[in-house]
């Protein structure tokens, strides 16, 4: 990281002056980002680049305040707990981030000025795609619960291309369509490629003796798939903090292959790309075939295995490869069975990556996990046969 003798140079770079939150100041930052931002004209009237427009100017109000309450959690060194969920049902952002910012009648009123109606505007907003029901709204809940607490609480979960379905009603009949809510883009989302993380498939285990001698393990040659964060703000009411929603989106680690593609193999010279971006593709795949349950495993162990990497990553910048603290200043919450590859992953994380023996990663493990279950019913209760797991992880 670039470093200077007064610090690191993004300190120089951070907008010390809090943005206004008048309805004039609103209103102008709207016209700025409509204009230049996105790049519309007198004839475009179109609802969305208008919400797009605005929600880029209420971003901007909740970015200083997401960033002053990561600095905050981080000067007061508290304890942080991820929660980790295959579904976070969001709903639409706009409303809810202007009535926690107690923007709402302000924005309304000064949209009216201009001949906007602001229900005009909510409804052109995609309603996020990540989840289908009351777990993902329950764990929606849970965070926005949080950030009113002002708890130092990260969500976790997958960035689907697709949700569940969409529906419309034909001659008395339900039609159900492929639900592509991210296809116009989501202004709520900001990409954090630098924290992007490796995630291991297929391959084999094997020992080996470290550099002090001591007999460890690894995974090699493995199929690997990268992690791409993607960061969304999670708004409390009207009390200035801002947590955060991490949501992975599966890439591959090379584009194509350039070989395959100057023979004239071309879909072969993508089917590693392919493979790898199914997995943050659709919600839930239908897991009544092997090919389903796979898929399902394997955004599982995703979700878990770049989780776990990145808290880990965090710890590390600031307490190097100590971990004495770590299960004092660390939770996880895993919210139902889907996240549960999350425990033999920070064993192994622990173990194999950073080193600790057994004994000292079981101890970390086993108090800093914790479990929502939901119901008891079987259906409920996922079971994968030992030999998937063997192929797979």
Known sequence: MLQTE????????????????DEESVIDDLRRHFSHTLGRDRYCRSPHYLFQALALAVR??????????????????????????????????????????????????GLEKLGLQLADLELAEQDAGLGNGGLGRLAACFLDSCATLQLPVKGYGIRYEYGMFRQHIENGHQVEEPDHWLRNGNP???????????????????????ADGRQRGRWVDTLDVLAVPYD??????????????????????????????NAGSYP???????????????LYPNDASENGKELRLRQQYFLASASMQDALRYWKRFHGENFSEFADKNRFQLNDTH????????????????????????EITTQTMAYTNHTLLPEALEQWPVRQFETLL
Not at 6 to 21: C, K, Q, T, V
Not at 232 to 259: M, Y
Not at 268 to 282: G, L
Request: aromatic share 10%.
């Open 6 to 21: 007064n610090g690191y140079p993004g300190d120089s770079l951070i907008e010390r002056r809090a943005m206004s939150m």
């Open 60 to 109: 901007d109000r909740l970015m200083e305040r997401w960033q002053l309450t990561l600095y905050a959690y981080q000067e007061q060194s508290c304890r942080r707990t991820y929660y980790l969920s295959l579904e976070f049902l969001m709903g639409r952002t706009l409303d809810n981030a202007l009535l926690n910012l107690g923007l709402r009648d302000a924005v309304s009123e």
């Open 188 to 210: 709520w989302e900001i990409e954090r490629p630098e924290y992007t993380q490796r995630v291991k498939f297929g391959g084999r285990g094997e020992m080996f003796r470290d």
């Open 232 to 261: 969304v703000p999670v708004p409390g009411f009207r009390n200035g903090t801002v947590n955060t929603l991490r949501l992975w989106k599966a890439a591959a680690t090379d584009e194509f292959d350039l070989g395959e593609f």
């Open 268 to 282: 072969e010279s993508v089917a590693a790309k392919n493979a790898a971006e199914h997995i943050s593709m659709v």
């Open 339 to 362: 996240p549960t590859c999350a425990v033999p992953e920070l064993m192994r994380l622990l173990m194999d990556d950073h080193g600790l023996e057994w004994d000292a990663a079981w």
